[in-house]
């Protein structure tokens, strides 16, 4: 059963740096090396929105809010996708998923909590 696990979320200052990081278990690393992987997040009473995305070839994707200030990454080697987080607004208070995608299927984690205050 594949599962996706978030961490590193918490609650920050504004201008503070996180690193948020998501592990796939239960697929194989041919599986995940060959996935889109996507960071997400949610914010109270807004739909949810793609941050970032990586390919398998490493082509990156940033939505415009995050642009120059977060980073993703991925080590295929440890079935594992990286946002690191830089220069943090109130407006990134959001709850912030995974998702490994394939031709045929994707997968979600439940996500990890991040709060900003100014």
């Known amino acids: 059963q594949v599962r996706l696990v978030e961490s590193g979320g918490g609650v920050m200052q504004a201008g503070e740096s996180l690193r948020l990081f998501c592990v796939g278990t239960?697929?194989?690393?041919?599986?995940?090396?060959?996935?889109?992987m996507g960071w997400y997040r949610q914010a109270p009473g807004k739909q949810r929105e793609l941050v970032a995305s990586?390919?398998?070839?490493?082509?990156?994707n940033y939505a415009d809010s995050a642009k120059g200030r977060f980073t993703i990454s991925r080590d295929n080697g440890k079935n594992t996708v990286y946002l690191q987080m830089n220069s943090l607004k109130p407006e990134d208070t959001a709850v912030y998923s995974c998702?490994?995608?394939?031709?045929?299927?994707?997968?979600w984690g439940r996500g990890t909590q991040v709060t900003v205050s100014s």
């Open positions: 239960g697929v194989s690393g041919s599986l995940f090396a060959i996935s889109t």
């Open positions: 998702n490994l995608a394939t031709a045929t299927y994707d997968w």
């Open positions: 990586i390919t398998s070839d490493g082509y990156t």
